[in-house]
């Protein structure tokens, strides 16, 4: 039986500091760069969300798409999308939300959420240039 990927693709935007607490303004400038700006800065992020398994007999499915755009929708969009990452999204409470935290973060909510016969890889993309891909290793 043939294995099949579908993808389905989303954006949010949100604003996030990249920083430790416990180091000084000084030194998280110097790991961080500006990305460490105290007052914040903001992605346009793009996701894409990979289903891979079996084609079902029945519905020729590997995956409903609808069925995946809603948890995008509900697990993601709603979540992180015009959020202060830092502050208002509880999973970087005590995280800090480098785009490979994102993805990694991105990746548990929904793989809680797919049947586990299905493999699943997230792909973020923080700017047109830079992105992340996560698929659970």
Known sequence: ???VTVHRKAHFNAAHRL????WSDK???????????PNYHGHNYELIVSVTGNIDQETGFVMDL??????IKVEIEEVFDH????IEVAAFKNLNPTAENISVTIYNKLREKIRQDLDLSIKLYETPRNFVTYSGE
């Not at 030194?27 to 460490?36: L, P, Q, R, T």
């Not at 609808?66 to 948890?71: E, V």
């Open 83 to 86: 959020k202060n990452l830092n």
């Open 66 to 71: 609808a069925i995946l755009r809603r948890l």
């Open 1 to 3: 039986m043939p294995k």
């Open 19 to 22: 920083y430790k607490k416990e």
């Open 27 to 37: 030194k998280n400038f110097e790991v961080f760069g500006k990305c460490s700006n």
